[in-house]
């Protein structure tokens, strides 16, 4: 079964930076197309990025794009997100998905993390 675990998140200001892991374990990671989402209190979860199988193919929701970079390390089985200039409007759970397609609807994908909380103070 597939295990997804994320790390990384808490509090910075404003302007600051953050990177988050995933860790990967139980099937092979390459046969998966992995992506982050996001969910503000309040807020439907929301797409924040995908990278494809041969992490040659990217993907990042307009609020992110420019300032995010999604990433895999398939030696080691991660996944990451750095986040650069980071706004109040970023505050939210932070869930990292494996699946077998690759998009921005949360629906494609079949595993799921448990969150890592990203907090962004003015």
């Known amino acids: 079964q597939v295990q997804l675990v994320e790390s990384g998140g808490g509090l910075v200001q404003a302007g600051g930076s953050l990177r988050l892991s995933c860790a990967f374990s139980?099937?092979?990671?390459?046969?998966?197309?992995l992506s982050w989402f996001r969910q503000a209190p309040g807020k439907e979860r929301e797409f924040v990025a995908a990278v494809g199988w041969s992490g040659d193919a990217t993907d990042y929701s307009d609020s992110v794009k420019g300032r995010f970079t999604v990433s895999r390390d398939d030696a080691n089985n991660m996944i990451y997100l750095l986040m650069n200039k980071l706004k109040p409007a970023d505050t939210a759970v932070y869930y990292c998905?494996?699946?077998?397609?690759?998009?921005?609807?949360?629906?494609?994908?079949?595993?799921w993390g448990r969150g890592t909380q990203v907090t962004v103070s003015s």
């Open positions: 998905a494996a699946g077998n397609k690759y998009g921005d609807y949360g629906s494609l994908y079949d595993y």
């Open positions: 139980g099937g092979s990671f390459s046969n998966y197309a």
